[in-house]
């Protein structure tokens, strides 16, 4: 089973920021966050992860708190294409990943 | 490099027959796994291989699923003896492993396979 939960769906305005929460309350101390995507009809895509700090990259932010116990992945300017399945793992050396059912954010005009 | 690559992206057979598909990875990637996602749900693991070697294989693959990568660059992975049940997204990723932090796996678009 997923280690996470995430809520089932969410709405996001264009051109705004769609913030992604996951929970993640029983993570190891050597377990990463990743935070992939699924556009209808694809293959997923990485987007990133993430142990202790916060990281950025040129899609989106992912937000740790202090008890590594939840994560918001941050779309700062969400865009018509970025509707899609959004899924959260945790990971560690050794260990597969395991999908939940993940968010599906919808970004409207 | 254009990314990983499957084929057939659709394959529609009947059921009891044989099936094969082709995963190629992103060349000098030394793992590469094996996928099924059913509507709705995420991916859920099958296998996966370091260079040529099958390290792990979920309870999911019964023994009508083999999976090869028998010089460690493509894979196939066949089911024998289809049942509807099998119906589902079969999806390929490869990664380079190099260490224990990054393990970012690069997904294909995926065969989906309906069996009648």
């Known amino acids: 089973d997923a280690k996470t939960t995430q809520p089932t769906s969410m709405d996001c305005a264009e051109g705004r920021a769609a913030n992604l929460p996951c929970n993640h309350s029983?993570?190891?101390?050597?377990?990463?966050v990743y935070w992939y995507r699924q556009i209808h009809s694809q293959g997923p895509q990485y987007i990133i992860h993430?142990?202790?700090n916060n990281e950025t990259n040129e899609m989106a932010s992912l937000i740790i708190t202090e008890d590594r116990k939840s994560s918001t992945l941050i779309l700062p300017h969400a865009t018509l294409r970025d509707t899609a399945v959004y899924y959260c793992i945790v990971y560690s050396y050794g260990q597969n990943f395991v999908f939940g059912p993940g968010t599906r954010l919808s970004v409207l005009p | 490099d254009t990314g990983v690559s499957q084929d057939p992206r659709h394959k529609i057979t009947k059921r009891g027959q044989n099936v094969t598909f082709r995963c190629d990875p992103i060349s000098e990637h030394n793992r590469l796994y094996w996928y099924r996602q059913t509507l709705g749900q995420g991916p859920e693991f099958l296998t996966y291989?370091?260079?040529?070697?099958?390290?792990?294989k979920s309870r999911l693959l019964s023994d009508r699923f083999s999976a090869e990568r028998p010089k460690g660059s493509f894979s196939t992975l066949e089911i024998q003896r289809t049942e509807q049940g099998d119906s589902a997204m079969y999806l390929c990723a490869s990664s380079f492993l190099s260490g224990r932090e990054n393990n970012e796996q690069f997904f294909g678009p995926g065969t989906r396979l309906t069996v009648l």
């Open positions: 291989f370091q260079n040529e070697a099958q390290l792990e």
């Open positions: 029983t993570i190891s101390g050597n377990e990463y």
């Open positions: 993430g142990l202790k």
